[in-house]
């Protein structure tokens, strides 16, 4: 399957999903009889959004098909989309620059950031590129993850959400933070499809079937932190602010900054290695 062929795939299964999760409720029609699916139906959108049915039907349906920009806005208006949801939908139908190459990561990570990284300790802190290979970690990171012992394919940080068994069972409502990060990648995949990023989501899908399922929602969200609480069987609860902070060449630095004193003092706990 072509590239392209998996855009309009996508554009289908991302139409369908948020069409379903509206209600005739919350755009003001009548709920009706006889509903045999959850949300509009498609001749309700394509009223609503002011474009014709069949026309709407071809577009989910993924026929090759070719909407103006005011007719994306129509419609992600009509589905309540989010900024980040909109956003992809734009990428799903080429919105983004196809001559513009993507953002590629430095030969080194510049030292000025990496003093920044290792400034951190003892709060875990690393460096990601722009398809979310971890390029760099201090000793606490290290500790957290295992990133020195695993081999260089595996060393990104949606990989290591779903693979790394310490970090699935320390994380405290860890399927929350796996979706969170499941639409923060789809965002990002939306923005750059590069090989790397496409052969990810391929390993997602094929070895961790929660991840396939909650792929299949298409559930987007805008890259940032967010509050996460870590079991740590040495070190105890850790209370954790994660910061992600954009830098040079669309980098990431990602910070799990402790939300109060007793999380910093066993962030010192940490199995370092010297």
Request: aromatic fraction near 6%; glycine fraction near 6%.
């Given at each position: 399957?072509?590239?392209?062929?998996?855009?309009?795939?996508?554009?289908?299964?991302?139409?369908?999903?948020?069409?379903?999760?509206?209600?005739?409720e919350?755009?003001?029609?009548?709920?009706?009889?006889?509903?045999?699916?959850?949300g509009?139906?498609?001749?309700?959108?394509?009223?609503l959004?002011?474009?014709?049915?069949?026309?709407?039907?071809?577009?989910?349906?993924?026929?090759?098909?070719?909407p103006?920009?005011?007719?994306?806005?129509?419609l992600?208006?009509?589905?309540r989309l989010?900024?980040?949801?909109?956003?992809?939908?734009?990428?799903?139908?080429?919105?983004?620059?196809?001559?513009?190459?993507?953002?590629?990561?430095?030969?080194?990570?510049?030292?000025?950031?990496?003093r920044?990284?290792?400034?951190?300790?003892?709060?875990?802190?690393?460096?990601l590129?722009?398809?979310?290979?971890?390029?760099?970690?201090?000793?606490?990171?290290?500790?957290?993850?295992?990133?020195?012992?695993?081999?260089?394919?595996?060393?990104?940080?949606a990989?290591?959400?779903?693979?790394?068994?310490?970090?699935?069972?320390?994380?405290?409502?860890w399927?929350?933070?796996?979706?969170?990060t499941?639409?923060?990648?789809?965002?990002?995949?939306?923005?750059?499809?590069?090989?790397r990023?496409?052969?990810?989501?391929?390993?997602?899908?094929?070895?961790?079937?929660?991840?396939?399922?909650?792929?299949?929602?298409?559930q987007?969200?805008?890259?940032?932190?967010?509050?996460?609480?870590?079991?740590?069987?040495?070190?105890?609860?850790?209370?954790?602010?994660?910061?992600?902070?954009r830098?040079?060449?669309?980098?990431?630095?990602?910070?799990?900054?402790?939300?109060?004193q007793?999380?910093?003092?066993?962030?010192?706990?940490?199995?370092v290695?010297?």
């Amino acid at each position: 399957m072509t590239t392209t062929e998996l855009q309009r795939k996508a554009l289908s299964s991302f139409l369908r999903t948020r069409r379903a999760r509206l209600t005739p409720e919350q755009v003001g029609l009548a709920p009706g009889v006889r509903r045999r699916t959850p949300g509009l139906r498609r001749e309700e959108l394509a009223l609503l959004a002011g474009v014709g049915v069949t026309w709407y039907t071809w577009l989910e349906q993924g026929r090759r098909i070719n909407p103006s920009p005011e007719v994306l806005g129509s419609l992600a208006r009509t589905l309540r989309l989010d900024r980040a949801e909109t956003a992809y939908l734009f990428h799903l139908v080429g919105g983004a620059d196809p001559a513009a190459p993507p953002v590629e990561p430095p030969a080194e990570v510049p030292y000025p950031l990496r003093r920044l990284m290792e400034a951190q300790s003892p709060a875990p802190a690393f460096l990601l590129d722009p398809d979310w290979d971890v390029l760099a970690w201090n000793a606490s990171a290290d500790a957290l993850f295992g990133f020195s012992g695993c081999a260089a394919e595996d060393r990104n940080i949606a990989w290591q959400v779903f693979a790394n068994e310490a970090n699935r069972r320390r994380t405290v409502d860890w399927e929350r933070h796996a979706r969170r990060t499941l639409a923060q990648l789809r965002t990002t995949y939306g923005e750059r499809r590069t090989p790397r990023l496409t052969a990810l989501i391929a390993r997602l899908r094929t070895e961790h079937p929660d991840a396939a399922r909650w792929l299949d929602e298409h559930q987007v969200q805008e890259r940032a932190g967010s509050a996460k609480d870590i079991a740590h069987e040495t070190a105890g609860l850790l209370r954790i602010d994660q910061l992600v902070l954009r830098a040079e060449e669309d980098l990431q630095l990602v910070v799990f900054l402790p939300r109060d004193q007793e999380t910093s003092d066993r962030l010192g706990r940490l199995p370092v290695s010297r």
